[in-house]
């Protein structure tokens, strides 16, 4: 009798840029973000995500999303075609299905990846959780998680049976639960904000356009800047998605302050989340196993997480309450692969 499987793996139909805006030229880009942003019925984008760091802008965005930024020589796009997975426990529309979570993929999606040399860059939003893999590596992609999962390719909006190729170069397919630790060899630190990750309901977003363009674009300057001091330990970071009619957002809890109430989406308890952040130099595209090396410690943990890739620096969002056992664990981890 064969195995029932549990979870399905979603293959989504957009042909997906990565690239990074620098900070001096975001003003060169505003008109095409703002409508990618506030406009989608003035385009045919059905994936677009911006994330501010304290070093640039990365846009994760559709073919037809690209169109609408301008040729710059502060636009840096990453050379490969990426494509989204999603993996779900029901089925449906992949962004409206129940999320899985960072840390319950690790061990069956990232990791095996990881194993066989597949780089992938994270994008998790309120809604659920997207891993990007290149295109090309899509043949190798699906023979290594085909045994563990229903896959399923997004055409036109329906979910289709994904028939693996077979194409193997020379690996076998990972025997799940045999974790080994994977050392850390990237430094780790843990800005002192605090972060909340919400939604709001794309009809009121509208009232609240000018509010999100001023801290998506004008809140750097100097009304902010004793908030934002690298020696107060917070850092600027903000996140923006709208994918398939769903917004998602990740600010921090000084931002949120903002908005009026009942506006933004909150969890039940309010949690409010704790960044560990990747990276001492910008950590590339070609890299395998960033991801793996954070979220299968957490895994074995049972801690939820946040993950959220982007063009220079990897982020990860644990519940505040986690924060020390984290590090902890992750020290750990570091520590045997120096």
């Known amino acids: 009798m064969r195995r029932r499987k549990r979870w399905k793996l979603h293959i989504l139909e957009h042909s997906l840029k990565v690239a990074s805006i620098a900070k001096e030229g975001?003003?060169?880009?505003?008109?095409?973000?703002?409508?990618?942003?506030?406009?989608?019925?003035?385009?045919?984008?059905?994936?677009?995500?911006?994330?501010?760091?304290?070093?640039?802008?990365?846009?994760?965005?559709?073919?037809?999303?690209?169109?609408?930024?301008?040729?710059?020589?502060?636009?840096?796009?990453?050379?490969?075609?990426?494509?989204?997975l999603n993996v779900v426990s029901g089925g449906g529309n992949a962004t409206s299905s129940q999320p899985i979570g960072v840390t319950k993929i690790a061990k069956s999606v990232i990791a095996p990846l990881a194993d066989h040399n597949i780089s992938v860059f994270m994008l998790s939003t309120y809604q659920t959780d997207f891993i990007l893999v290149r295109e090309r590596d899509l043949p190798m992609v699906m023979h290594t998680l085909s045994s563990e999962f229903t896959l399923l390719r997004v055409v036109n909006g329906e979910a289709v049976a994904a028939n693996s190729t077979g194409v193997t170069n020379g690996?076998?397919?990972?025997?799940?639960?045999?974790?080994?630790?994977?050392?850390?060899?990237?430094?780790?630190?843990?800005?002192?904000n605090m972060f909340c990750v919400t939604s709001l309901d794309p009809d009121t977003l509208p009232s609240v356009a000018t509010l999100l363009m001023d801290v998506m674009f004008y809140s750097g300057g100097a009304k902010e800047t004793g908030g934002q001091s690298e020696d107060s330990g917070h850092i600027r970071f903000f996140s923006f998605s709208l994918i398939e009619g769903y917004i998602s957002l990740?600010?921090?809890?000084?931002?949120?302050?903002?908005?009026?109430?009942?506006?933004?989406?909150?969890?039940?308890?309010?949690?409010?989340?704790?960044?560990?952040?990747?990276?001492?130099?910008?950590?590339?595209?070609?890299?395998?196993?960033?991801?793996?090396?954070?979220?299968?410690?957490?895994?074995?943990?049972?801690?939820?997480?946040?993950y959220i890739s982007t063009f220079k620096f990897d982020h990860a969002l644990v519940p505040e309450e986690n924060i020390q056992s984290v590090i902890g664990a992750l020290r750990t981890n570091e520590s045997t692969g120096q």
């Open 26 to 84: 975001i003003q060169i880009c505003t008109h095409g973000l703002i409508k990618l942003a506030f406009l989608p019925s003035k385009t045919r984008c059905k994936f677009f995500s911006l994330t501010e760091t304290p070093e640039d802008y990365t846009i994760i965005v559709d073919e037809d999303g690209f169109k609408e930024l301008p040729e710059s020589e502060y636009l840096s796009v990453a050379e490969a075609t990426w494509l989204a």
């Open 171 to 192: 690996f076998v397919k990972p025997k799940l639960g045999n974790y080994l630790p994977r050392p850390i060899i990237h430094p780790l630190s843990s800005p002192s």
């Open 250 to 306: 990740v600010m921090d809890e000084q931002t949120t302050r903002r908005f009026p109430n009942n506006v933004l989406f909150t969890s039940a308890s309010g949690e409010l989340w704790k960044m560990v952040r990747i990276g001492g130099q910008p950590l590339g595209f070609d890299e395998c196993g960033i991801v793996a090396q954070i979220s299968e410690p957490l895994a074995t943990a049972d801690i939820p997480a946040y």
